[in-house]
């Protein structure tokens, strides 16, 4: 009985599969998500709003900046990613430590829920599972994100406290592997910036740059046409977009703002081969690599094209499983 039912329910789903409308054009745009609001704001902010009332009361916000570790002018190597760290300590509404206060205050976890992080290319703020129930805290989660995007305080006393705390955090993540990787993507970015930034940065800097590298790294790259804010969450999306536009509006659009550049990695025609030991490495590691130029135009077909990829990576990652699963492996780990 289950068999035929299994039978008809796929019958099923295949008839209503062929009677919908599908026509694939190459070139058109991937179309956003009907249930998602999207705008810009004149100042250059984007946003994105979702509605979802699962769970229940909850909603995430997140500030995306188009700004990483690669931006850094070479006396700022690391300060990116102290830029995040100084967002947790002091803004123009919220003294010191106040945001992770108020936050762990309505039952937020600092770590699982409030946190950042930074990369080559952007730095992602979020608050997840803000409690919606209080209108008072959806206006104050909104109002960490307007200030982590322009209010940062950058006070001497808060910066100098939060360079142990890096420096410890650049001490504790030079394992075997870390310093493995480096000296690979020297090789694999041979030519490019990308080959100069780790993220975590340079410790000389870390430790001694001056306060204004750290404010002018900030005044340069946070503005309003370099950021998103996105809001999911069980809550009105038309008075959520009246809310972010009223509240994002007020920073003025930049005048000559600096020219955010893009860094690509150069093309070779040889093949480009890194070997390198650790006495700490706990096990053997090859990588293949392949360079492809970036997409262009990030189309239908551009989509299409990642489909298959991740098809294929999935069957490809199943059956370097099943080899693990043999008596005597030729390797425990594939993908």
């Given at each position: ?7 008809l329910?796929?019958?099923?789903v295949?008839t ?8 694939y ?14 705008g ?10 979702l ?11 997140y ?9 850094e ?10 830029c995040?760290?100084m ?10 430590h ?30 997840q ?19 982590w995007?322009y ?5 001497d ?6 360079r142990?705390?890096?420096?410890e ?20 970015y ?8 780790d993220?975590?940065?340079?410790i ?12 002018r790294f900030?005044?340069?790259?946070y503005?309003p ?10 809550f ?7 809310h ?15 020219l955010r550049?893009?860094?690509p990695v150069?093309d ?11 006495p700490?490495a ?9 360079k492809?130029?970036p ?25 370097l ?6 008596e ?8």
């Amino acid at each position: 009985m289950m068999k035929k039912y299994l039978i008809l329910l796929l019958v099923f789903v295949a008839t209503s599969l062929s009677a919908q409308e599908f026509s694939y054009i190459p070139d058109a745009d991937v179309p956003l998500d009907p249930e998602v609001t999207y705008g810009k704001l004149d100042n250059g902010l984007t946003y994105y709003i979702l509605e979802n009332d699962m769970p229940e009361n909850r909603a995430e916000f997140y500030l995306v900046v188009n700004v990483g570790a690669i931006l850094e002018d070479d006396s700022q190597n690391g300060l990116a990613h102290f830029c995040e760290h100084m967002c947790f300590n002091g803004t123009e509404n919220f003294e010191k430590h106040d945001i992770i206060n108020y936050l762990q205050s309505i039952g937020m976890k600092f770590g699982p829920e409030i946190n950042a992080f930074t990369s080559h290319d952007n730095t992602t703020y979020m608050l997840q599972k803000v409690p919606t129930d209080d209108p008072a805290n959806v206006d104050t989660a909104l109002m960490v994100l307007y200030d982590w995007a322009y209010n940062v305080s950058f006070e001497d006393e808060e910066i100098d406290n939060e360079r142990g705390v890096i420096h410890e955090e650049w001490r504790t993540g030079r394992g075997a592997m870390f310093r493995l990787m480096k000296e690979a993507q020297k090789v694999m970015y041979k030519g490019s910036k990308y080959a100069k930034r780790d993220v975590i940065g340079d410790i000389e800097i870390i430790d001694n740059a001056p306060y204004s590298e750290l404010r002018r790294f900030y005044a340069d790259w946070y503005r309003p046409d370099l950021q998103a804010v996105i809001a999911v969450g069980d809550f009105d999306a038309s008075e959520m977009e009246e809310h972010i536009t009223r509240l994002f509006s007020q920073s003025p659009k930049r005048e000559n703002p600096r020219l955010r550049e893009e860094f690509p990695v150069p093309d070779h025609q040889e093949t480009y081969v890194s070997i390198n030991t650790d006495p700490e490495a706990q096990y053997n590691l090859i990588q293949i690599l392949w360079k492809h130029d970036p997409a262009t135009d990030k189309n239908m077909e551009y989509y299409r094209g990642q489909v298959i990829q991740n098809l294929y990576s999935t069957m490809l990652n199943a059956r370097l499983s099943e080899l693990t699963l043999q008596e005597d492996p030729p390797f425990i780990f594939g993908i």
